[in-house]
């Protein structure tokens, strides 16, 4: 039988159950729909799963006479689909957001400071109140909100909130006296960065990209112990949803060797793909010695740069002003010469470069730094978030075999705000996954969690759907942009097993492949559309290991 040591010990990793390095099975799945994501089979009744990898897929009896002496594990006649992959995330944070106050969803600056009020009771004296997850849009005027609101719920008591994004962060007045009021309220405009002001040019607690050093840099750090309850929370939930791989987006050296740790004490259940931060020290210390494949758990062959902001908080560098906001045009994170030398530097270290752009003028200056730079199809080079694009540049995405590294729900939270922020012409260049797959750009699919919910079939329904959770608008937001099934699938697990220069061990249940993979409560292949949001992961394995769920 399967062993549920894993599983019993990823359930009680808080209460500081000691986690041994979890025994590969060896079993034929039987009764089953399972969707291999792999052409020469596309779906198979049986798998065969020996010493923790694929060994063949097929018709039980076929399976069965080929490995006689496999015990059976029937997975009920549900679907089976590879583990799912997050090609664009942000692990601890996954975990840290669980730590703090969480403002997602909120409908209203009054819901948000009720979250706030509650949070509080579990701070001692004299403890800064963290969080994140606002998102303006979401609320009756849209506006941003100001260290007002909360003053009047924590006058004493310093806060401090990221937006969703993470591109924008909201304090209060006694934050911003720690941080120097005087001194945030003389000060410029920081390059890549704005502190929002009223009409009469004073700070209103709202700070944009650079900008949020100002706050940031006094603020508490949390601790190591922090850090490692963070990640443990983030395994437990990836399990939880069926994530068997996610790509980190920009990660440092500690970070780093607390994923080797955690893979060294055995409770490190997940294939993760890192994407070294630019300008850290973990950029020079692997630039052209990189660790590849850490226990098979742990790939560092990529970096992470960032051009520009977000839409919602009007940070995305757009070549025109934005539709609602004459006069601005986002923020550029670092010139374009800057950014072409250290595309050059990343090339030249035999870096895969992976670069944040949301506005059509990031993802120009991305364009033209990677061509610059000589980069060819063979280095799979990436764009993270391609969200708003010319129409006319997808020649050259498709040329330099760029890979549109996109998060399905990223459309379905902004539909709301992104058409009037870029306007009817240019929002056809937005969130365009069909189009650009149509032109032969591949697409490596993500949530960018804790940015939007970690559970990948969130963004598989909006992928197919172009839907909110509230199943609106009806027909889908500029429905041509959908996607089939299959190719969401796969985008969610082949493509972005590709984008990280791992398809030929993950992202199908083809033979030799390791067998990572997830038993659902519904047919997602299948099922009307809005039975996907009602979808449940039933099981989840890893390594041919149970580490989530149970077939019974």
């Given at each position: 039988?399967?062993?549920?040591?894993?599983f019993?010990?990823?359930?009680?990793l808080f209460?500081g159950?000691?986690q041994?390095?979890?025994?590969e099975g060896?079993?034929?799945?039987?009764?089953?729909?399972?969707?291999?994501?792999?052409?020469e089979?596309?779906?198979?009744?049986?798998m065969?799963?020996?010493d923790?990898?694929?060994?063949?897929?097929g018709?039980?009896?076929?399976?069965?006479?080929?490995?006689?002496d496999?015990?059976l594990?029937?997975?009920?006649?549900?679907?089976?689909?590879?583990?799912?992959?997050?090609?664009?995330?942000?692990?601890v944070?996954?975990?840290?957001q669980?730590?703090?106050?969480?403002?997602?969803g909120?409908a209203?600056?009054e819901?948000?400071?009720?979250?706030?009020?509650?949070?509080e009771?579990?701070?001692?004296?004299?403890?800064?109140?963290?969080?994140?997850?606002?998102?303006?849009?979401?609320?009756?005027?849209?506006?941003?909100?100001?260290r007002q609101?909360?003053?009047?719920?924590f006058?004493?008591?310093?806060?401090w909130?990221?937006?969703i994004?993470?591109?924008a962060?909201?304090?209060?007045?006694?934050a911003?006296?720690i941080?120097g009021f005087?001194?945030?309220?003389?000060a410029?405009d920081?390059?890549?960065g704005a502190i929002?002001?009223?009409?009469?040019g004073?700070?209103?607690?709202?700070?944009?990209?650079?900008?949020?050093?100002?706050?940031?840099?006094?603020?508490?750090?949390?601790?190591?112990?922090f850090?490692?309850r963070?990640?443990?929370?983030?395994?437990a939930?990836?399990?939880q949803?069926g994530?068997?791989g996610?790509h980190?987006?920009?990660i440092?050296s500690?970070?780093?060797?607390?994923?080797?740790?955690?893979?060294?004490?055995?409770r490190?259940t997940v294939?993760?793909?890192g994407?070294?931060a630019g300008?850290s020290?973990?950029?020079?210390e692997?630039?052209?010695?990189h660790?590849?494949?850490?226990?098979e758990?742990?790939?560092?062959?990529?970096?992470?740069?960032?051009?520009?902001?977000?839409l919602?908080s009007?940070g995305?560098?757009?070549?025109?002003?934005?539709?609602?906001?004459?006069?601005?045009?986002?923020?550029i994170?670092?010139?374009?010469e800057?950014?072409?030398?250290r595309?050059?530097?990343?090339?030249?270290?035999?870096y895969?470069?992976?670069?944040?752009?949301?506005?059509?003028?990031?993802?120009?200056?991305?364009?033209?730094?990677?061509?610059?730079?000589?980069?060819?199809?063979?280095?799979?080079?990436?764009d993270?978030?391609?969200?708003i694009?010319?129409?006319?540049e997808?020649?050259?995405?498709?040329?330099?075999?760029?890979?549109?590294?996109?998060?399905p729900?990223?459309?379905?939270?902004?539909?709301n705000?992104?058409?009037?922020r870029?306007?009817?012409?240019?929002?056809?260049g937005?969130?365009a996954?069909r189009?650009?797959l149509?032109a032969?750009?591949?697409?490596?699919?993500?949530?960018?969690?804790?940015?939007?919910?970690a559970?990948?079939?969130?963004?598989?329904?909006?992928?197919?759907?172009r839907?909110t959770?509230?199943?609106?608008?009806?027909?889908?937001?500029?429905?041509?942009?959908r996607?089939?099934?299959?190719?969401t699938?796969?985008?969610?697990?082949?493509g972005?097993a590709?984008?990280?220069f791992q398809?030929?061990?993950?992202?199908?249940?083809s033979?030799?492949?390791?067998a990572?993979f997830?038993?659902?409560?519904?047919?997602i292949?299948?099922?009307?559309?809005p039975?996907?949001?009602?979808?449940?992961?039933?099981?989840?394995?890893?390594?041919g290991?149970?580490?989530y769920g149970?077939?019974?």
């Open positions: 039988m399967i062993s549920r040591l894993t019993l010990c990823l359930v009680l209460a159950c000691d041994t390095d979890p025994v060896s079993y034929i799945l039987s009764d089953a729909i399972i969707y291999t994501v792999d052409e089979m596309p779906v198979a009744e049986a065969a799963v020996v923790g990898k694929v060994a063949m897929v018709h039980l009896d076929d399976v069965q006479d080929a490995y006689p496999l015990p594990n029937s997975a009920g006649g549900r679907a089976v689909v590879p583990g799912f992959t997050d090609a664009h995330a942000h692990f944070g996954l975990g840290s669980r730590l703090r106050a969480d403002l997602r909120t209203s600056i819901e948000a400071i009720s979250i706030l009020i509650d949070f009771s579990t701070l001692g004296e004299g403890d800064w109140l963290l969080g994140g997850g606002w998102n303006q849009t979401l609320w009756p005027d849209r506006e941003f909100p100001t609101d909360l003053d009047a719920h006058p004493n008591r310093p806060v909130l990221s937006r994004d993470g591109h962060a909201w304090a209060n007045t006694q911003m006296n941080a005087e001194e945030i309220s003389a410029q920081p390059t890549g929002i002001r009223d009409g009469e004073v700070p209103i607690g709202i700070f944009v990209d650079a900008a949020m050093t100002f706050v940031r840099r006094v603020a508490p750090r949390e601790t190591a112990e850090f490692d963070a990640l443990e929370m983030a395994l939930e990836a399990a949803v994530l068997t996610v980190d987006a920009g440092d500690t970070t780093i060797n607390r994923y080797k740790r955690f893979i060294d004490e055995g490190f294939r993760l793909y994407m070294v300008g020290s973990a950029f020079e692997y630039c052209n010695n660790l590849i494949d850490y226990g758990r742990l790939t560092i062959r990529s970096v992470k740069f960032a051009l520009d902001g977000a919602g009007r995305a560098a757009l070549i025109e002003d934005y539709s609602d906001d004459p006069g601005n045009r986002g923020l994170r670092t010139t374009p800057e950014f072409n030398e595309v050059q530097e990343a090339v030249n270290c035999g895969q470069v992976n670069t944040h752009a949301i506005g059509d003028l990031g993802n120009r200056v991305l364009l033209d730094a990677y061509e610059l730079a000589g980069v060819t199809p063979e280095g799979r080079h990436r993270e978030h391609t969200q694009i010319e129409l006319s997808i020649e050259r995405f498709t040329r330099l075999g760029i890979i549109a590294s996109m998060q729900t990223h459309a379905t939270s902004d539909l705000m992104a058409e009037d870029v306007g009817p012409h240019r929002i056809k937005g969130y996954w189009t650009l149509d032969g750009v591949p697409l490596a699919f993500g949530s960018d969690f804790p940015v939007e919910k559970n990948p079939l969130l963004g598989f329904f909006a992928s197919v759907t839907q959770e509230d199943l609106l608008p009806e027909g889908g937001w500029y429905p041509e942009e996607l089939t099934r299959e190719q699938l796969y985008a969610f697990t082949k972005a590709w984008a990280a398809d030929d061990q993950l992202g199908s249940l033979p030799g492949n390791h990572d997830v038993v659902l409560s519904k047919d292949m299948t099922v009307p559309s039975q996907i949001l009602e979808t449940e992961v039933v099981a989840t394995f890893f390594g290991n149970l580490i149970s077939l019974e």
